[in-house]
């Protein structure tokens, strides 16, 4: 095994390991205050910026022949159909989950704090919470009847 690859395979992945991570330590370890929060989020930028250099000055490449991949692509090949298919059932999950995150934020905390005034609206507001929570079982269910189409 070369150097180029003993390069490849373990300090590259490991560099970019520590890029991505270093982000997170400093939001973990740091107050979150507004002026430490840009500070992370900028720094969350360079890390990115700095994986992608990574990546373009040392493209991992080489490890597998020109045959081998093109007999798995082969293999693995699949419509433009399919690959609509997958994208629209991911878009139809992704959306629906971001809506039901939203309708639930902001009918939950109404929601008990109408139960904490007067404990009879229980009812009610547990509709208008479930109401929120089907939005997402239904991008659930739409994704399943896309990919089983």
Same mark, same amino acid.
């Given at each position: 095994?070369?150097?180029?690859? !003993?390069?490849?395979?373990?300090?590259?992945?490991?560099?970019?390991?520590?890029?991505?991570? %270093? /982000?997170?330590?400093? &939001?973990?370890?740091?107050?979150?205050?507004?002026?430490?929060?840009?500070?992370?989020?900028?720094?969350? %930028?360079?890390?990115?910026?700095?994986?992608?250099?990574?990546?373009?000055?040392? /493209?991992? @490449? *080489?490890? !597998?022949?020109?045959?081998?991949? $093109?007999?798995?692509?082969?293999?693995? $090949?699949?419509?433009?159909?399919?690959?609509?298919?997958?994208?629209?059932? &991911?878009? &139809?999950? *992704? !959306?629906?989950?971001? *809506?039901? =995150?939203?309708? !639930? =934020?902001?009918?939950? /905390? $109404?929601?008990?704090?109408?139960?904490?005034?007067?404990?009879?609206?229980?009812?009610?507001?547990?509709?208008?919470? $479930?109401?929120?929570? *089907?939005? @997402?079982?239904?991008?659930?269910?739409?994704?399943?009847?896309?990919?089983?189409?």
């Amino acid at each position: 095994m070369s150097l180029n690859q !003993v390069l490849e395979l373990i300090f590259l992945p490991l560099l970019i390991t520590i890029l991505l991570a %270093l /982000p997170v330590y400093v &939001a973990i370890t740091k107050k979150k205050s507004g002026k430490s929060m840009r500070r992370a989020m900028l720094m969350n %930028l360079c890390a990115f910026g700095a994986v992608m250099l990574c990546a373009i000055a040392f /493209p991992i @490449g *080489g490890l !597998v022949s020109a045959e081998e991949t $093109a007999e798995a692509a082969a293999k693995t $090949a699949g419509t433009m159909a399919d690959a609509f298919r997958y994208l629209s059932a &991911a878009l &139809a999950v *992704g !959306v629906g989950c971001i *809506g039901c =995150g939203s309708a !639930v =934020g902001h009918a939950a /905390p $109404a929601a008990i704090g109408a139960l904490a005034e007067d404990p009879k609206t229980f009812g009610k507001a547990l509709v208008f919470v $479930a109401m929120g929570e *089907g939005v @997402g079982i239904f991008g659930v269910l739409i994704a399943i009847m896309i990919l089983n189409s």
